[in-house]
């Protein structure tokens, strides 16, 4: 199995603050790789798939970006909406792994 | 509008069985993959398995904690898709999410809010 190792497990910001998750495979996924935000009581939102594509809806201070095994989810600036857990997903095989999970908290 | 609901959630005694269902709507089922997640309360997203589109048979995969005793159907004239889950242990206990997978790629989209299944005697 692919193991998704996320940084940091939790992170305190302020609002307008830029924040940077990572993600690390285990094996080479080429960009099959997603990025999903998590609110208490809710389901999963996908943010990013293909390591960097945008899903319709998201805003534009979402971004991620590759480097080899290397994964980053970046928020340019911090909104109040955006305090939640984050997990990244590699879907190159069977099974589908997730990352940890990352808690962004208010500082 | 994309809609994916969950039911069939609830309370089953270990060794017990539950069905769960999604009713899709806003989009050709048939067209899609589609996933199961479950998520144990406090921790984090496990991926339970999938079934593949029509035009692949509806072929399905799962996780090895749940092969064997989850099995995912879909029946496209009802626009839903199914969870079998069978002999049932406490460690099945979590929310079950299904989730659309985008046409073309592999990567999940759309979710449904979530049911509750809790194994407990």
């Known amino acids: 199995d692919i193991q998704m190792t996320q940084s940091p497990s939790s992170l305190s910001a302020s609002v307008g603050d830029r924040v940077t998750i990572t993600c690390r495979a285990s094996q080479g996924i080429s960009n099959s790789l997603a990025w999903f935000q998590q609110k208490p009581g809710k389901a999963p939102k996908s943010l990013i798939y293909?390591?960097?594509s945008l899903q319709s809806g998201v805003p534009s201070r979402f971004s991620g970006s590759r480097s080899e095994t290397d994964f980053t989810l970046t928020i340019s600036s911090l909104q109040p909406e955006d305090f939640a857990t984050y997990y990244c997903?590699?879907?190159?095989?069977?099974?589908?792994?997730f990352g940890q999970g990352t808690r962004l908290e208010i500082k | 509008e994309v809609q994916l609901v969950e039911s069939g959630g609830g309370l089953v005694q270990p060794g017990g069985s539950l069905r769960l269902s999604c009713a899709a709507s806003g989009f050709t089922l048939s067209d899609h993959y589609m996933d199961w997640v479950r998520q144990a309360p406090g921790k984090g997203l496990e991926w339970v398995g999938r079934s593949r589109d029509k035009a692949h048979s509806y072929s399905t995969e799962y996780a090895a904690s749940v092969k064997g005793s989850f099995t995912i159907s879909i029946d496209d004239w009802k626009n839903s898709v199914f969870l079998q889950m069978n002999s049932l242990n406490t460690e099945d206990t979590a929310v079950y999410f299904c989730?659309?997978?985008?046409?073309?790629?592999?990567?999940?989209?759309?979710w449904g809010q979530g049911t509750l299944v809790t194994v407990s005697s």
């Open positions: 997903q590699q879907y190159k095989s069977y099974p589908i792994t």
């Open positions: 293909a390591a960097s």
């Open positions: 989730a659309r997978v985008i046409q073309g790629n592999y990567a999940q989209d759309y």
